[in-house]
């Protein structure tokens, strides 16, 4: 069971995340951007705050909500700063990546120079050619 048609509960966590970092007043904007009409939004509110959006499960209506606004907004501070530092660990390993082609590069074309080298040199396999000796004379 899905709270919603065409969303994933990943995704509507997401959105409701998203939601919740939107400065007051320009919320409903979001919302037209967004496609979501204010009653989805709250319904899937309550299923991410309240219910358990991986079962699709939303709790009853008329229920107080158990989760205070003020454990909300640490919830939503957490979520932004997991964003945010996992923001910063990708671009950190993608630098280390960029760092490691680059060596790479470098490696490869020293290999290739070295491969060039050789192929100019004699090679080890053939016996060296031996100059003729001078023999010993009796005298």
Do not use: F
Not at 3 to 19: D, K
Not at 82 to 106: C, F, G, S
């Amino acid at each position: 069971m899905t709270v919603s048609v065409g969303y994933s509960a990943e995704e509507i966590r997401e959105l409701v995340y998203e939601y919740a970092l939107v400065a007051y007043g320009s919320k409903e904007a979001w919302l037209q951007e967004h496609g979501i009409s204010s009653w989805t939004m709250r319904r899937w509110r309550e299923a991410v705050y309240e219910g358990d959006i991986a079962r699709g499960l939303i709790p009853r209506e008329g229920s107080r909500m158990t989760v205070p606004p003020g454990e909300r907004r640490a919830l939503e501070q957490r979520r932004a700063k997991e964003r945010a530092d996992h923001a910063a660990e990708t671009e950190r390993l993608r630098a280390r990546v960029r760092e490691l082609e680059a060596a790479n590069d470098a490696l490869g074309k020293v290999i290739g120079l070295l491969h060039a080298m050789s192929e100019h040199e004699p090679d080890e396999s053939t016996p060296p050619t031996s100059t003729p000796s001078e023999e010993p004379t009796d005298s």
